[in-house]
């Protein structure tokens, strides 16, 4: 099983900065990609950054110049920079890995989501 701690969330005025962390830890395996997704109230989850194994990096639209997705020395951790914080942000933010596990005697490619972290932005 994996397990994925995250931090870094809070209430930030509009044009302020929050930087998001996440760390898995907790079996065998391998990530093959990990990010960020948001989810505000009645809204679907969407996708914000992912970076995969091979450091190829995606951002949202509405992100792009003010996230900065990064991977740490440890590559089971990920940052999530965010500067520029608009109102639209506001969301929950959830981490995101598709790792291969080794679950029982087979090895097997599995998604994991984080609790979440809520990111309030403020007029």
């Known amino acids: 099983q994996v397990q994925l701690a995250e931090s870094g969330g809070g209430l930030v005025q509009a044009g302020g900065s929050l930087r998001l962390s996440c760390a898995a830890s907790?079996?065998?395996?391998?990530?093959?990609?990990i990010g960020w997704y948001r989810q505000a109230p009645g809204k679907e989850r969407e996708l914000v950054a992912t970076?995969?194994?091979?450091?190829?990096?995606n951002y949202a639209d509405s992100v792009k110049g003010r996230f900065t997705i990064s991977r740490g020395n440890a590559k089971n951790t990920v940052y999530l920079q965010m500067n520029s914080l608009k109102p639209e942000d506001t969301a929950v933010y959830y981490c995101?890995?598709?790792?291969?596990?080794?679950?029982?005697?087979?090895?097997?490619?599995?998604?994991?989501w984080g609790q979440g972290t809520q990111v309030t932005v403020s007029i």
């Open positions: 970076i995969n194994s091979g450091d190829t990096i």
């Open positions: 907790g079996g065998t395996f391998s990530i093959n990609a």
């Open positions: 995101n890995t598709n790792v291969l596990s080794y679950v029982g005697r087979s090895w097997l490619l599995q998604d994991y």
